[in-house]
């Protein structure tokens, strides 16, 4: 899982820093939220671990058994893909598409605000990588490369290979790119470089998808669906923690002896 296993020592470094932020930031964080928001990503990501282990890798009997024609007309054409080298540039482009918000914390304003900042980050990725697993490992969709006779028998005898729905790869991406963006537009709104931003970090995510395409390891669906729910992700964790009154709105509480919070969102 993509950046999953570092996610903890980062969580409890951030949980640990000033949470307020600085006062002219337009994010906050509230240790009440934020302990709410982690404990139910890693609890999500937990549930997502031990479906791993419920997850059949499919017979070399099973797969001789299976049609291209059996995926559906849109879908079809990722059954003829399959490129090592693309699956190699995804790797990295993903990679670097993760990293990217990181630049963020070479302008003064952010680094004074970097607890609250990176924690928000930290909780996009554990989200995004919890709900693209546990989809992964209930759904069990098997790979396009799968369908192809090219490929090594082995590669098709893995767990990995029943791990289509969706590309948490194009989900990283998109979470991202989509965190990037908004919170560039949030700290520095009148900044002529927005729409080159935006664009710029959409176009690296797209690419993603396309190179896990050309890999032969996601449908046309996966990658769809992937980009959207990353960039929801993406898009709601900074929402979640805005200053001002537009936007969302999270207070965690007590209710009935257990954990209640209430979510409002103002259009």
Known sequence: MICQTRLLALLAL?????????????????????ILMVSSGLATGLAASLLDETLDPLTVEEITTLSREDVN????????QYSASASTASEILVYTVIASPLAMMT????????GTYLLMYAETLLWTGASTHIVKNTVGRIRPYVY????????????????????????????????????????????????????GSMAAAALVGFFRYQAGMHYPTDIIVGASMGGLIGYVI????????????VRPGWRHG??????TMRL
Not at 107 to 114: K, L, S
Not at 165 to 188: D, G, I, P, R
Request: hydrophobic fraction near 35%.
């Open 14 to 34: 951030f949980l640990c820093s000033p949470l307020s932020g600085v006062a002219q930031s337009p994010y906050r964080s509230q240790l009440g939220k934020e």
């Open 258 to 263: 257990g954990i209640a919070f209430s979510f």
């Open 107 to 114: 302008d003064q304003r952010v680094r004074e605000d970097w």
């Open 148 to 199: 192809n006779p090219d490929v090594p028998m082995e590669e098709k005898t893995t767990r990995d290979a029943r791990k289509s729905f969706y590309s948490s790869h194009t989900a990283f991406a998109f979470a991202s790119a989509v965190f990037l963006s908004t919170t560039y537009n949030c700290y520095f709104p009148t900044s002529r470089w927005v729409p080159y931003v935006w664009a």
């Open 73 to 80: 007309a849109f879908d079809r054409g990722a059954v003829y």
């Open 238 to 249: 900074p929402a979640l923690h805005r200053v001002d009154t537009d936007g969302y709105s």
